[in-house]
């Protein structure tokens, strides 16, 4: 059984940064896809950056890229998801997501671990 137990979430003002982790328990971050989803209200989760289990090489949605760095610290077996340069439209509640599947996915029902989920709030 995997956990996940995001932290960092928060309020920022435009422009601001913030990181969030994602602390796992159970299995090895190295050994499982893991993803950084947000859901804004009234719209469908989305995936905005992955770490991918084989080769650590990641994947950023058009509206983040240059601006949001995903990571992985084996040692503390955490993700995390660095933010600059926010925007308001980067609000969300944020969940960090682990799929067991060998293959890569962007769906979120291709997951099979969540954690509880950490609001980010850009204000302008």
């Known amino acids: 059984q995997v956990q996940l137990v995001e932290s960092g979430g928060g309020l920022v003002q435009v422009g601001g940064a913030l990181r969030l982790s994602c602390a796992a328990s159970g299995r090895a971050v190295s050994a499982m896809n893991m993803g950084w989803f947000r859901q804004a209200p009234g719209k469908e989760r989305e995936l905005v950056a992955a770490?991918?289990?084989?080769?650590?090489?990641?994947y950023y949605a058009d509206s983040v890229k240059g601006r949001f760095t995903i990571s992985r610290d084996n040692a503390k077996n955490t993700v995390y998801l660095q933010m600059i340069s926010l925007k308001p439209e980067d609000t969300a509640v944020y969940s960090c997501?682990?799929?067991?599947?060998?293959?890569?996915?962007?769906?979120?029902?291709?997951?099979?671990?969540w954690g509880q989920g950490t609001q980010v709030t850009v204000s302008s």
């Open positions: 770490i991918k289990r084989m080769d650590g090489s990641t």
């Open positions: 997501g682990a799929s067991l599947s060998i293959t890569f996915y962007y769906t979120p029902s291709a997951y099979d671990y």
